[in-house]
């Protein structure tokens, strides 16, 4: 199972990890270019956090709720911070879900959640 298996899925299981160890799973987003996913998100939600703390990351394919699909992928990520970078990553996200998408993010605004947006980057484990 690789990154590529995924990538035409609606919604990954994005699973980031606590200092501890613990894993949190979270249903999101993606978009897929050149091999690798990205997933607009908040720049201080807690899965940017983690994966600050540690790019470790798994992910499936799922439903909305997070309920897995397919098999788990390792995977390494990265908050990518800058303004063209999260813009580039909108429009991937855009172009993969259309109006569906720039309603969320009408709603970002409205509801002023818009601010510190960020993306991930997720690539596959080196040497996988």
Not at 41 to 47: E, L, M, Q, V
Not at 57 to 83: F, H, I, K, M, N
Not at 101 to 124: D, Q, Y
């Amino acid at each position: 199972m690789t990154l590529n298996d995924v990538q035409n899925a609606k919604y990954i299981a994005l699973e980031t990890f606590r200092k501890n160890g613990q894993g949190v799973i979270t249903p999101v987003w993606m978009a897929a270019d050149g091999g690798r996913l990205y997933v607009w998100t908040d720049g201080t939600s807690g899965k940017a956090k983690r994966i600050r703390n540690n790019g470790r990351v798994r992910l499936c394919a799922s439903d909305a709720r997070g309920t897995p699909q397919s098999e788990w992928v390792e995977a390494q990520a990265r908050v990518l911070e800058q303004p063209t970078d999260v813009q580039a990553t909108e429009k991937r996200m855009a172009a993969k879900y259309g109006l569906l998408f720039r309603l969320f993010g009408v709603m970002g605004k409205l509801t002023g959640r818009v601010s510190n947006r960020a993306a991930l980057e997720i690539s596959p484990v080196a040497g996988t």
